[in-house]
Each structure stands twice: as C-alpha cells, then as structure tokens.
C-alpha cells in the first residue's frame, strides 16, 4: 500500500494539461512513498489517450472504455474499481471543475481523508499538504492522518510531463450494471461570441472588482478610447452583469495572449491568471502592494487607480 | 417542496495582516455571507417565488453564535427558517474538514428531508469546495456541481442545469431530484436584504443544534485533517514599480505602452 494512482482529465477528445501536470506530481509522491505510479483514463478513445500519458514517469496505465465523455456516476464508480483493485496509498485527482463533481463523491464512499486543491504534496512518514486560504492571501501546511488518502491538485502548479515510457497499458473492466444514472449529460455549448474577440485583442485593458462601481466602468472605457486598447475583465464584474460573458478573462472565461495586458484593480487571483498569463507583457494597477497580480506582471503601479488611469488618459489626449 | 440550502459565514481579510498562529488575526477580519452562498440563497429564494405550491427554503449553517448575525441575512432574503449547529467539538478543530462538515449536514438531511440541496460552490476562506458532492454522495442523492445555470420549478422530478466548464465551455446536463447543486457565483444577481426583509428576519427561527441533538458525538466531526502552519506566501515579483506621483507613474506607464508599440506617439 505505497503505490499512487491518478485520474486524467480529458474534453472533447483532448487530453487536458492537468493530466500532464498529475503525472509529475504524482511520481513525486510515489518516490517519496516508494511505491510505483499508476496512470488511468476513463471514458472517450482511451487507447489513444494512454499512449499519449505513457511518459517515462508512469510505471502502469489503466485505461476504462466505458461512454465518451466525462460522466460523474462512472467515473466515481470506475475510480472506487481502480482503487479497490490497486489499494494505492494515495489517490491524486484533478481539483479541475470535473474534479469538483467527483472527487468528493469518490472520497466520501472510500471513507478516506480528502485534501482538496492542492498547491504542493510531500510525503515523510505522513503526508503533508500545501493549501491557500482567504482567496490566495495565506498559504496552509495542513498534516492529513491515515495510511491511505485522497488529494486533488490544483492545475499549473506541477510541470507537464512529457517523453514516451513504457508503462504497460492494460484494459481495466469493471461492473457498470451498478452505475447510476441519475444525472445525464445533454451537451456542450460555447458562451461567449458577442461584438468582440478579446482573444484577437493585441492591448487589453482588463478591469476587476477595483472599480467598485458599474458607472466607474465609464472611466476604463476612457481609457480604452484613448489608447485603442480592448476592454476585458476579471469574473466578478461578469458576474454582476456589468459586461458580457464574452469579455470574461479567466479559467472559466477566455485565455488570451495580447502583446499587452494591462490589469486593473484586479488581485490576481488563481483562476483570473489562467487566462491571462500568456499575455507578452503584464502591467498591473492596484491599491494592494501584496495583490498576487504583483508576482506575475512585468511593471506594476501601487495606487488608486482612480488617481492613475486619469492621469493615463492625460497621457494621450 | 422543501429546499435547504447550507451557507457559512466567512471572514474576509483586509489587505493588511498579521498571522496570530495558525489564524489571521481577528482585528482584521470581517465577517461576510460566503459569497457562494449568497447566489444559492437566492436562486432556492427565485424558485420559492415563482412556484404555485408552498416552498420551504431552509438555511443550515455550521457556525458560532456569532455567525447568526449573518444567517439572518440569508432569512432577510427570503429563507423561511434556518438551522445553526455548534459545538465545543466543532470549535476545537483547526480545520473542520469535507467529512465532519458531511457528517453534520447528513444529520440535517435526515431530519430536514429536502428536495433539493443547494450549496456554494466553495466557501471563501477554506476552499475546500466539496461538500456539496460529498454530501450528496451520503445522503443518496444525485448532484452538480459548480452550476452557472439552473432550469427547474418546484415539484418537477428532473433539473436541468448547465455546468461552467473551464475555457468558456458549459455543459448542460439533466438531474434526478432530489439533489444536491454546487453553485457558481454569477447564475443570478443576489438581492439586496430590503429593511423589511431585515424587520422580518428578526421573526424568524434560527434553531441551535448541537451534536448530540443531530445524533452526533465529538468524534463525528474529529476530521483527518490538521492546520499545523499559516503564513503569508513569498513574494515572487520582479515587477518593475514606477514610484511617484499619479502624474508620473502614469507617464512611466505611457511610455512603456509606446514602447511596445500598442499605442501611437
């Protein structure tokens, strides 16, 4: 019981990085246990998915044909099997929105410890888990009790593995009579579309919760004006209805790569930066000199940004 | 029909802190309904509304006395009753984690009997977000989780809600009820609580339960895990800071978006 299995994540026929991003973490902690890494896939063309994972770091690759695309009652199912079959010490799962649809239901019928969300594993004796808090403002060392436990790891926080191995590949079946049906799954719809692409946008100005106000809006809109830039945003002014879906920046919103990304009033949390890291150059304004925006950007003003951005707009009248 | 919806109250931080141990230090902290939370307040709140038979909105909620101040929120909004369990069990763990909070809200279940579960999709300082499902899971009902949309009037069997998927995907899926829904900020715009909502939560029940009145001990909630440090995460910034006036920063700024050429001279 030293061994750890991880779950990989696809969509729409593609492996999704987090798998990547598992292996290596989940090799990291089975040297640390001293067991071997096993790799499964569950539902879609698994064949061809198992041959993509088999990277040097896998030793085992399970794969589970059973239905297309994620399905939250066999994949909870499949893992309960795998988990049975394996014993491993350690059952690493993505803490990716599919993730947040199973995980919990796959450690609840194990009755195992659930650590979610993790930003770091390390196994001495116990395994010890490393979480952030208060919207990424603290970082925890949480201690998990038990031989065996379950922990779902935060996308882009381990290197994607890569190379080929030669883990064996073998089919995993398991009885799907039992497997409920309560919840099916329809379809899948793009959102977005609207009057603009801000994934074309080579300037966006971005603007979050800092702007406190929807007629504050006003005074980025001005900015925009004068220097040509695009308007996006962070999920809350989305959420408040103050801009369309499609000028959403973010894991559930777009990724974007402009030359330039100007960050305004927005904190940097986890789930904006996904989308918006592989901007050229990040400029971020905030009140905040500890906003995580800080640790990510290439020029940073600490300010009021109803001081700043008039004085920006001055700049190129 | 009956809907329960589980809420918290959670402690914002303010950008300035200090770490007392392995807490935020109280003086700055304040205390706020989980933003999560507010949105399936009000989405339990729409359906109640608009159905034509009697719907009972519940909140549940796991929190010290304290913490009525802000439940009665969640009634001034247009929850019928809720329910506050507290313990000295329950304030002596460091963390309570995904499975003592199951253990709790299961006991609730049991003697709520809803039809439907609605819970933020997580809360705003642990960040666990699993309790939904996990609860789901042991209570036998079907869920969904982190739903950014939901169709569904009371007394119907099945919900059709859609999934926020990242990258600007949803996934639209249809539930067996009764069931348990995560939700994701931004499905509706959460009411303001009206002075006469306020007036008339003051009416309304908040019943106290501890774990023995929910047919639990100290050890139901005796989780795996343990906080044992907190700290402020390192600064890992090699931004260049333009300093000075708005004037020159802002001007530092223009030159730099000249530079690279997105702006003309």
Redesign the interface.
């Known amino acids: 019981m030293s061994d750890v299995l991880f779950v990989a994540e696809h969509r729409r026929g593609e492996l999704r990085d987090v798998s990547y991003e598992g292996i290596t973490a989940g090799r990291e902690l089975a040297d640390e246990l001293g067991g071997d890494f096993h790799v499964a896939v569950v539902s879609g063309g698994v064949e061809a998915f198992a041959e993509s994972l088999n990277t040097p770091e896998v030793d085992a690759i399970h794969t589970v044909d059973a239905g297309e695309e994620f399905d939250h009652d066999t994949y909870t199912a499949a893992t309960e099997a795998l988990h049975a079959e394996i014993d491993p010490a350690a059952l690493v799962l993505p803490n990716s929105v599919n993730g947040l649809d199973y995980a919990p239901a796959v450690a609840d019928e194990l009755g195992l410890p659930y650590a979610t969300d993790a930003v770091g594993i390390e196994y001495d004796g116990g395994l010890t888990v490393t979480r952030e808090m208060y919207g990424s403002k603290v970082e925890t060392t949480v201690d998990v009790a038990g031989d065996q436990f379950v922990v779902s790891i935060r996308g882009g926080e381990w290197a994607a593995a890569s190379g080929a191995g030669d883990a064996e590949v073998s089919a995993f079946d398991f009885d799907e009579s039992g497997v409920a049906d309560g919840s099916r799954v329809q379809g899948f719809e793009e959102v977005g579309g609207g009057d603009v692409d801000i994934g074309d946008a080579e300037f966006l100005v971005s603007i979050g919760r800092g702007i406190e106000e929807e007629e504050n809006l006003d005074l980025i809109r001005d900015l925009c004006d004068a220097t040509g830039a695009t308007l996006s945003s962070s999920r809350p002014i989305v959420d408040n209805g103050w801009l369309p879906k499609n000028r959403q920046v973010g894991q559930s919103g777009k990724q974007v790569t402009p030359k330039v990304y100007l960050a305004i009033g927005i904190s940097g949390a986890v789930q904006h930066v996904a989308g918006m890291k592989g901007a050229e150059t990040i400029i971020a304004i905030n009140s905040d000199p500890n906003a995580p925006i800080f640790d990510i950007a290439d020029y940073g003003i600490v300010g009021d940004l109803f001081d700043v951005v008039p004085a920006l707009i001055e700049q190129f009248d | 029909m009956k809907i329960l919806v589980t809420v918290k109250e959670v402690?914002?931080?303010e950008?300035?802190?200090e770490?007392d141990g392995l807490a935020?230090d109280e003086r700055y902290l304040e205390y706020d309904l989980n933003e999560w939370d507010d949105y399936a307040v009000e989405a339990a709140v729409q359906i109640a509304e608009a159905a034509d038979e009697d719907v009972e909105v519940v909140a549940a909620t796991i929190g010290p006395e304290r913490s009525e101040e802000t439940i009665r929120m969640a009634l001034a909004k247009g929850a019928d009753r809720a329910v506050r369990v507290w313990d000295d069990a329950i304030a002596e763990q460091s963390?309570l984690?995904?499975?003592a909070k199951?253990s709790v809200f299961e006991q609730v279940v049991a003697e709520e009997d809803p039809d439907l579960v609605l819970t933020g999709?997580q809360a705003?300082?642990?960040?666990?977000?699993?309790?939904?499902?996990?609860l789901?899971?042991?209570v036998g009902y079907?869920?969904?989780?982190?739903v950014n949309d939901l169709d569904y009037a009371a007394g119907d069997e099945t919900a059709?809600v859609?999934?926020?998927?990242?990258?600007?995907?949803?996934?639209?899926?249809?539930?067996?009820l009764p069931?348990v829904l995560?939700i994701q900020?931004?499905i509706n715009?959460p009411r303001y609580a009206s002075l006469r909502g306020i007036r008339q939560a003051q009416q309304k029940e908040i019943a106290p339960r501890d774990l023995s009145d929910l047919g639990l001990d100290a050890e139901s909630v005796d989780?795996?895990?343990?906080?044992?440090?907190?700290?402020?995460?390192e600064?890992?910034?090699d931004?260049?800071?333009?300093?000075g006036s708005?004037?020159d920063?802002?001007?530092e700024?223009?030159s730099?978006?000249r530079d690279?050429?997105?702006?003309?001279e």
């Open positions: 402690a914002a931080v950008d300035d802190f770490i935020i963390l984690d995904v499975d199951v999709v705003a300082d642990d960040a666990f977000g699993a309790t939904g499902v996990a789901a899971n042991r079907q869920w969904a989780a982190v059709t859609r999934r926020e998927l990242e990258g600007g995907v949803e996934e639209i899926t249809e539930i067996d069931a995560s900020t931004g715009e989780g795996a895990l343990e906080l044992v440090d907190m700290y402020e995460p600064s890992e910034s931004a260049t800071l333009f300093e708005a004037e920063t802002a001007a700024l223009a730099v978006l690279k050429g997105v702006v003309g």
